[in-house]
Each structure stands twice: as structure tokens, then as C-alpha cells.
Nanobody, 115 residues
Framework: VRLVESGGGLVQPGGSLRLSCAAS????????MSWYRQAPGKERELVAT????????NYADSVKGRFTISRANDKNTVYLQMNSLKPEDTAMYYC?????????WGQGTQVTVSS
């Protein structure tokens, strides 16, 4: 199983970014996919999950109405569209899946929101 995130970067407050996570090594269409984030000095937190029926689940309260998780099974990719970004969204963002009871994580992509 391999998960590779991309799309992070430096953005001004109020801006947008779209993160991507390219997956391989398992049956992507049969797995729920999640985005997590971890800010310096803080615990890793769940941002959003999307199930195999393309239904978003479990948005963190702090991102509701601003972030949207989606997936493209034909591309084995999960996305996180982030709008109206705030400085407190600054963190390393990770893609995660659980396949055959084992959890797999990507290496992360850094998002920095600053003027």
C-alpha cells in the first residue's frame, strides 16, 4: 500500500488549496479514505473521511463549510478542497486508509496559511 500526498504550499488567509492523495497497492474503491492533520505541538486530528459510496463523513467542526473531501475511483485518488483558509489551518496534512485491518499513512504535505 502506498499513499502519496501533494498540493500543499504557502497560501494567504482566505485563499484556497486542493490536496491530492494518490493511492496504490490495494483496491481503492473498496476502502474508506481519510485526511488528518497535525500542527506543531498538537496531536494529529481527523479532518474528514469519505466512504466507498462517495459519502463524506466526519468533518472536523473546525473545517465544516470550508473543506470538502472527494474521491475519484478511476484515478485512485482522494482530494481535499480547502477554501477560506485560516492561519490555524497550518499543519502537515496526511492521507490515511485502513486495509485488511492495517492502517496506512502517507508522508504528508505541508500547508502553511500566512500573510
Amino acid at each position: 500500500v502506498r499513499l502519496v500526498e501533494s498540493g500543499g504550499g504557502l497560501v494567504q488567509p482566505g485563499g484556497s488549496l486542493r490536496l491530492s492523495c494518490a493511492a496504490s497497492g490495494f483496491t481503492f474503491s473498496s476502502a474508506d479514505m481519510s485526511w488528518y492533520r497535525q500542527a506543531p505541538g498538537k496531536e494529529r486530528e481527523l479532518v474528514a473521511t469519505i466512504n466507498t459510496f462517495y459519502s463524506p463523513l466526519n468533518y472536523a467542526d473546525s473545517v465544516k463549510g470550508r473543506f470538502t473531501i472527494s474521491r475519484a475511483n478511476d484515478k485512485n485518488t482522494v482530494y481535499l478542497q480547502m477554501n477560506s483558509l485560516k492561519p490555524e489551518d497550518t499543519a502537515m496534512y496526511y492521507c490515511k486508509t485502513t486495509w485488511k485491518i492495517v492502517a496506512y499513512w502517507g508522508q504528508g504535505t505541508q500547508v502553511t496559511v500566512s500573510s
